[in-house]
């Protein structure tokens, strides 16, 4: 185990190779320990066949799990991004899929309302969505092999289970050494993405992000913001003096041809503050109605009800539609109003958009 | 002819069928009379044959020709937008197409760098482009059949010809009541869309609009300016008191799978301001590199080379990559520098975008 002295400015390291272990010298020292999956402490759940998605190794395991039993059910645990994600995945390599989620609904960074777009698209590509259901147990036949995923509520059968309930941030070494962690549990870091040590800085998935509109230190780990956080950290290290303003929490996935997206605030999260809102939520079609191959898009939009400073975005739609979300993005880290938004001169051709554009429609029923 | 007397508040209003004028009184006055294509005088510019495009009604024109006449060899006459598309849809209908244009490169809008990717896009397909040529005549047979078109380099056999040659805001009847009209032809207004004359507004194509960068008022001849034109002066004249903030001349438009966009200042309208700018082209990818199907883009980023504030952008690339200009229209509007512009939560999955969004990696280049 790594060990970091600040007082003295060093740091143990451990040879792996040699099991050889000295003390080092830094001047200034970044700590990027990244995120382990959360793996619930359930009987059997290190049984063969029973995965946790991190990095580029974990598919690869995966892969080569299917191509040696080549399962035919699969249980995804959780419904989130990585979730959802798998499921299409698995989907596509021909498995019967089950996505189980504690909540009563899944991608719960998205409304209830915005996420029943999601759910009614994956059912109708066949998996089975069973909800409020939590994972037990792993079970097993009597030569250890995967046999059913248990829940509060019964037995499903799975030869191949994903668990996909997020990550933690690293931080024992961090903790080890006196830093400060933040209520999320990643490492404290100011603006210049530098802990509570002097001379000691955290980036990526280890790190808390400042929430522009929550105000407060978040733990978001995206690979996104890991890069930001890299640069910032690397460049002030280097003596430079720059500053991230922060995240919104933006996020985008898709199942099939369904593309979802957010940003800001969901309405959920605008309650829990006791914020005043507006929200308006309109249907539209990704390009000109007119136009071959046009299809549906959702936008979900919420502004303070004070001054309509727009808060927050979801969007569930067909192609081309998700990525309208870095509109609203950009919208919302300057600040801007329902009304600004409305009055952008964006971009319209019939294959490409409406003439209000949808994040405008949007804008414009908030008005 | 339609008359205003702005003294009377009265409106000299003819019955086409009945041939019989009368005046009618107004409260408030709206001219929304649009604008004409652009129509050389040139020998045997009326031959059947040779259109030019304006309303659904032009595009039926050329619809039914076809039908009638089977023509094989269409020449394009302007490399803007019109032209652009109408090469791209003669193409898929099996014709030779030709463009020519009098400029030294087609899509003056961009600038040259960016043209060129579109006029490889358009050779490949198999599209005649001919530059800095100027049409000078349509040349017919003995039976008044159209033969080819003339320019002065030499003769371009032609049995379709579509002009693309721009428009003109109709203002005849605003310039006959004393209507002001700015530099460039069109009807000048107000923040509110009001005219010169009190209770007189007009909205749409015959309309100038404010230029947020340019700061003066612009002829901008687009969908999605008319239709915000609209809804400002219909407010306005309901009693409402909203303005509109003005326009960057945002377009878009695609040959093929090519997707093309660009707003704010081009660096030849920059130049022309004799505005210090820095200016960064990037190559990077419209989804992630390794992901199935991702394809090219080209993003042209400009800003002030006093305080790095973005003034204009281009993008050129496949799918996903033009409605990015929308991110940039946003960071434009709210004068956000490139540096908030490279900072901003922007969306990131493999199949919609790198982890830096192209767009951020030119702002990044910038700084």
């Known amino acids: 185990m790594i060990q970091i002295d600040p007082s003295k400015q060093k740091i143990l390291v451990k040879n792996l190779e040699k099991e050889k272990a000295f003390w080092?010298?830094?001047?200034?020292?970044?700590?990027?320990?990244?995120?382990?999956?959360?793996?619930?402490?359930?009987?059997?759940?290190?049984?063969?066949?029973?995965?946790?998605?991190?990095?580029?190794?974990?598919?690869?395991?995966?892969?080569?799990?299917?191509?040696?039993?080549?399962?035919?059910?699969?249980v995804i645990v959780g419904g989130g991004y990585i979730g959802v994600e798998m499921a299409e995945a698995l989907l596509e390599k021909g498995l019967e899929v089950t996505v189980i989620d504690r909540s009563t609904y899944i991608m719960k960074t998205l409304d209830q309302d915005m996420s029943e777009e999601i759910c009614q698209s994956m059912r109708k590509a066949g998996i089975q969505l069973l909800l409020e259901e939590r994972l037990t147990a792993i079970e097993t036949d009597e030569n250890n092999q995967l046999q059913a995923v248990k829940t509060e509520k019964g037995h499903i059968p799975a030869d191949?289970?994903?668990?996909?309930?997020?990550?933690?941030?690293?931080?024992?070494?961090?903790?080890?050494?006196?830093?400060?962690?933040?209520?999320t549990g990643a490492i404290l870091v100011n603006e210049k993405m530098e802990t509570s040590i002097s001379n000691i800085w955290a980036a990526g998935d280890c790190a808390s992000s400042y929430h522009i509109l929550k105000e407060k230190p978040m733990f978001i780990a995206l690979g996104t913001?890991?890069?930001?956080?890299?640069?910032?950290?690397?460049?002030?290290?280097?003596?430079?003096?720059?500053?991230?303003?922060?995240?919104?929490?933006?996020?985008?996935?898709?199942?099939?041809?369904?593309?979802?997206?957010?940003?800001?605030?969901?309405?959920?999260?605008a309650k829990s503050m006791g914020l005043a809102y507006k929200v308006a939520t309109i249907q539209s079609s990704n390009y000109a109605g007119y136009y071959p191959g046009a299809g549906k898009i959702k936008v979900k939009l919420l502004a303070r009800k004070d001054n309509l400073q727009i808060i927050g975005a979801q969007i569930v739609g067909e192609q081309g539609a998700a990525k309208r979300i870095d509109t609203i993005v950009a919208a919302i880290s300057a600040k801007q109003t329902t009304y600004s938004l409305a009055m952008m001169d964006l971009a319209y051709a019939p294959p490409f958009s409406n003439v209000w554009d949808p994040v405008q429609i949007a804008a414009r029923q908030l008005l």
Not at 29 to 46: E, V
Not at 164 to 183: F, M, Q
Not at 242 to 265: D, W, Y
């Open 160 to 183: 191949l289970v994903i668990l996909g309930l997020g990550v933690k941030p690293n931080t024992i070494i961090a903790e080890e050494a006196g830093i400060k962690l933040c209520d």
């Open 225 to 269: 913001i890991a890069n930001k956080h890299g640069l910032i950290a690397g460049s002030n290290m280097a003596g430079e003096n720059i500053t991230f303003p922060g995240v919104l929490g933006t996020a985008i996935t898709r199942f099939n041809e369904l593309e979802i997206a957010r940003t800001g605030l969901s309405e959920m999260e």
């Open 24 to 74: 080092e010298s830094y001047d200034k020292l970044l700590i990027a320990t990244g995120a382990s999956p959360n793996k619930p402490t359930i009987p059997k759940i290190n049984t063969q066949g029973v995965f946790c998605l991190s990095t580029l190794q974990s598919g690869i395991e995966v892969w080569q799990f299917m191509e040696t039993h080549q399962p035919k059910k699969a």
